[in-house]
């Protein structure tokens, strides 16, 4: 079909309160996708390790599998925000289904942590103005990312994996020679679902 000129998914194109970059120079946002898991807390440790804070974007239908580890990565002081119920395209469903996906997860995520979330990021990246809107309206500020900076990690989950850890190893040397020469920060995209995901997320760190 027809791309919609306000879509992310198609057109790479960012709203004006879309969040994809940090805004200081040398600023890195570090973002994990589509937990929490039972691989979770080997990440945590490390981030732990080196006093390093991170952004989950967290699935709900995983947070009421894994509260205790969703309750241990606030805890911690890491930042935990919206990743829908069930990993949905957004833009596929109609609005009252998108509200159901946001205020599940916010309401699984307030049960374990006590705190509402204020952030999401859908997944693959799957948005445009109807969906922004929608997430907006039920107090919701929308994340992406740099697609420069995406690990790419999810293919060391494929079956067969599709790509090494030394192949998201390599991503992360690119990211080191271009941030020298950046104008902002950046946020980087990367995943805590699998073992192979977080092996490669604890190498970088």
């Given at each position: 079909g027809q791309c919609d000129q306000s879509s992310w998914t198609c057109k790479k194109f960012t709203a004006l309160d879309d969040i994809a970059t940090c805004p200081k120079v040398g600023d890195w946002g570090l973002t994990y996708d589509d937990g929490p898991s039972k691989s979770t807390p080997d990440l945590l440790k490390k981030l732990n390790e080196y006093k390093i804070k991170a952004t989950f974007f967290v699935v709900g239908s995983r947070v009421i599998e894994n509260p205790e580890i969703l309750k241990s990565a606030y805890n911690s002081g890491h930042n935990i925000a919206v990743h829908t119920w069930s990993h949905p395209n957004l833009t596929s469903l109609p609005n009252d289904a998108i509200v159901a996906e946001l205020k599940w997860t916010m309401?699984?995520?307030?049960?374990?942590?006590?705190?509402?979330?204020?952030?999401?990021?859908?997944?693959?990246?799957?948005?445009?103005?109807?969906?922004?809107?929608?997430?907006?309206?039920?107090?919701?500020?929308?994340?992406?990312?740099?697609?420069e900076f995406d690990s790419n990690d999810w293919a060391l989950a494929s079956n067969p994996p599709s790509k090494s850890v030394d192949f998201v190893l390599d991503i992360f040397e690119t990211w080191m020679q271009k941030f020298p020469k950046m104008k902002t920060g950046f946020i980087v995209l990367e995943h805590d679902l699998y073992p192979q995901t977080v092996e490669a997320a604890v190498k970088i760190i």
């Open positions: 309401k699984a995520i307030k049960d374990v942590i006590g705190v509402t979330p204020l952030y999401m990021r859908p997944p693959y990246g799957d948005t445009d103005d109807r969906v922004r809107a929608v997430t907006h309206a039920v107090g919701l500020k929308t994340v992406l990312w740099d697609p």
